[in-house]
Every structure is written in structure tokens, then in C-alpha cells.
């Protein structure tokens, strides 16, 4: 099973984004759960219920929303809901969990010495005509090169979370192995918002590692990551290589993607909220020919390339009330001793989704999952600095019951 989702997760995307495996995984799910009479696809409706409800309201008042559109994005919202429940209410062992973790690690990092030795557009995007800094960059079988920097961004984050915890050097050993072939294909795919939200994500889990038991230790560690990054930041800009000078633009805000993606999205959620009367365009309305005409004007090309303008523009004040519930109810059950592994996943999946993303993707969702999971880590009576995983290993008998990730 573990093999299974490994290669729906590395696979999930090449037929296309509107055609996401994961979508196939979620109805297999809800006629599993049909089939054994569980409620759990009744939860998944009643999450959706407000949002429907609110789609009526937009097709009252808004005579240019497109029905077919909107039942599309509803049904993607639903799809990805079903994830969501089924992770959250999951229960799986930590063996498990790290034999899922380290068979993508470990199919990453087939693929990309495959393709250091062969560039095919297979796996490249060989003349990209969004980075302007590097033409050349590593998808793997991902919609573009952007959404493999974010695919391995979180396998680092879970690694990084387990190295935190183990005291083994062998397993250790392994984990770092796997971090290293994940941040290979990071470098690159040179997706910058990964990188960036990459690194905001370590920073906070390394602040919660440190403010859990001040040791000796760790305050060496903490001096010597300090020395050693500051030398590989002095390296960095002395190469002058594209991510510096891409960096620098994105300081100087030169760059215009980034500016784009910020300040002109911005523009035009605000343009479009205020014509809405603050109800939105209609929730998958968004890429219609209507608002892109409508809104040319304003700066529109295509899409609003930030995941949660995006969703807000279409959903209005709706979209801002569903997520503000969702988020903090995310952030509530967080506990403790969860902090350092569950913070880290859910600043990434949320500054990634600022810089760029999509709100439907299922990752994000299954990411959402891990984070509302009570059961995957369970807390070490010995140790808050260990993680358990507290549920009985589960007997090939009792598996036609067992959820999947």
C-alpha cells in the first residue's frame, strides 16, 4: 500500500491538474465507505454544505456565473474534503508513515539521476518561458517545475521532523539521505517559492526544537547551523548565480513575477470584490472568458497566480469565513508536543499557497489531514522529544477497515 500511494503521489499530476489521481483515489474512497456504511462521506457533504449553500446566493445575484463551472469546483472541494477526513481520522503506525515518506524519497531520487543523464522533456521543462532567471528546470512527471519543488518541499519538512526526533545515527543516516535527494530535485526544479517557503517552515520547527528543553547540545547545534549559514550565505551571493540575482530582484521588487503574483493580484481580488458586492465571481468562475475580458484591464493574464486570492475572489466573504473557521481549527489541534512537526508542515503548505499553488490541489489537503490527525502522533509518555505512534499494529484480517493516507 505504501508503494501504491508513493506512485500516485509522483504520478498524481501527468495526466493533468483538472484530472488529479488523487480525485480517482477520493471516489474509490466514498465507495469503500458506501460499501462498509461508515458516515465519513456525510461528513465530507456537511463540511461542503455552507458552500453550496453560498453558491445558490452567487448564482442569485451574479447573472454571469457559470453553473457548469461552479458544480465542477464544488465537486473538487468535496473530492479533496474526502482526503482531508480520511487522513485526519486515519490511524497508522510510524513505520508506516516513514516507509510512505521514503519510497517517494526514494523514487525522487531515482528520477532525478535519470534525469541528469538524460534530459528529455519527460521529465525537464527544457525552454520555460515563466523564469526568466533559468530556462532549463527539472519537473519530474509534475504539472510544471514549481509543483516539484513543492512536492519534495514537504518531504523535507517530514524529514527534517524526524531527524529532530531520532537519537539512532543509523536511522538518522537514512533520513539524511533522503533530505539530500529531495533537496537535489528542490535546487533543480528552481522553484523559488518552494525554496522560500522551504525555508520559513525550517526556521519555525527549529525555534519550537530549540524552546522545547534548552540543552548544551542543542545550543551548539544551533551556533554551528548559525556559522555554517552564514558562510553559505556569503557564498551564495558572492557566485552571482540565478537564484541570487533572482532573489535580489525579488528584494528590489524587480521581479515580476513576484510582483504579479502579489501586488497585481491583489488589485484585481479587491476590483473584483468590490464589483461582486463582496459575494465573488462564483466559486470556479474565475478562468472564465467573461472576468478575464472584464478585468484585462486591471492587469488580469489568465489567473490570479496566488492560491488564496484566488479562492477569495471567486468566493468573496464566504471564502474568507470558511477559511478563517478551517485554519483555526487546524491551529487548535495542534498540541504540544506536535508543535515542531506540525507548525513546520502547515507554515510551508500555507506560504506556498500565498506564493503560488492552487487552492484544489489534493496535496494541500492530505497536508491539511496530517496536521488535524490526533492518532499519527500520539505523545511518548517517557519524552515529549520522541515520537510514538501509540495504535496497535494493524493484522492483515483487520485490513479491508484500515483508512488510506
Not at 344 to 350: A, H, S, V, W
Request: overall charge positive; hydrophobic content about 50%.
Amino acid at each position: 500500500m505504501e508503494i501504491i500511494f508513493a506512485s500516485i503521489y509522483i504520478l498524481h499530476q501527468k495526466i493533468s491538474a483538472n484530472l488529479d489521481l488523487f480525485y480517482f483515489l477520493s471516489i474509490v474512497l466514498i465507495l469503500k465507505d458506501v460499501i462498509e456504511r461508515r458516515s465519513l462521506t456525510w461528513k465530507a457533504a456537511g463540511y461542503v454544505y455552507f458552500a453550496v449553500l453560498y453558491a445558490f446566493l452567487q448564482i442569485l445575484v451574479n447573472d454571469h456565473v457559470e453553473v457548469g463551472r461552479l458544480v465542477i469546483n464544488l465537486s473538487k472541494l468535496f473530492l479533496n474534503i474526502v482526503l482531508f477526513l480520511q487522513v485526519k481520522e486515519m490511524k497508522a503506525g510510524l513505520n508506516s508513515f516513514k516507509k510512505i515518506i521514503y519510497a517517494v524519497s526514494a523514487i525522487n531520487l531515482v528520477l532525478l539521476c535519470i534525469g541528469m543523464v538524460h534530459k528529455t522533456k519527460l521529465l525537464w521543462r527544457l525552454d520555460d518561458d515563466v523564469n526568466l532567471y533559468q530556462k532549463v528546470r527539472l519537473a519530474l512527471f509534475y504539472a510544471e517545475p514549481s509543483e516539484a519543488s513543492f512536492h519534495a518541499g514537504i518531504l523535507i519538512v517530514i524529514l527534517v521532523s524526524f531527524i529532530m526526533r531520532e537519537t539512532g545515527l543509523r536511522k538518522n543516516m537514512i533520513n539524511l539521505f533522503f533530505l539530500f535527494a529531495n533537496a537535489g530535485v528542490v535546487i533543480v526544479s528552481a522553484g523559488m517559492g518552494g525554496m522560500l517557503s522551504l525555508g520559513l517552515a525550517l526556521t519555525v520547527m527549529y525555534i519550537y526544537y530549540l524552546g522545547e528543553r534548552i540543552s548544551v547540545p542543542k545550543l551548539l547545534a544551533a551556533m554551528l547551523l548559525s556559522i555554517v549559514g552564514t558562510f553559505a550565505l556569503s557564498m551564495f551571493v558572492a557566485s552571482n548565480n540565478s537564484f541570487y540575482m533572482r532573489f535580489n530582484d525579488i528584494l528590489n521588487g524587480t521581479d515580476g513575477s513576484v510582483f504579479y503574483r502579489f501586488n497585481v493580484s491583489a488589485r484585481i481580488m479587491g476590483q473584483i470584490l468590490e464589483d461582486s458586492n463582496f459575494i465573488g465571481a462564483g466559486w470556479g468562475n474565475l478562468n472564465t472568458d467573461t472576468v478575464k475580458n472584464t478585468y484585462y484591464s486591471h492587469g488580469l493574464v489568465e489567473i490570479i497566480a496566488n492560491s488564496f486570492m484566488y479562492v477569495i475572489a471567486e468566493g468573496g466573504i464566504g471564502a474568507i469565513l470558511l477559511l478563517f473557521v478551517f485554519l483555526v481549527m487546524l491551529v487548535m489541534r495542534i498540541r504540544r508536543h506536535e508543535r515542531v512537526f506540525k507548525y513546520g508542515l502547515l507554515i510551508f503548505i500555507l506560504s506556498y499557497q500565498i506564493a503560488g499553488g492552487y487552492f484544489t490541489n489534493p496535496v494541500n489537503w492530505i497536508i491539511y489531514g496530517l496536521i488535524a490527525n490526533y492518532t499519527l502522533l500520539s505523545e511518548d509518555k517517557k519524552s515529549l522529544h520522541r515520537f510514538a505512534f501509540n495504535i496497535p499494529r494493524i493484522n492483515q484480517n483487520d485490513y479491508s477497515k484500515r483508512e488510506i493516507v
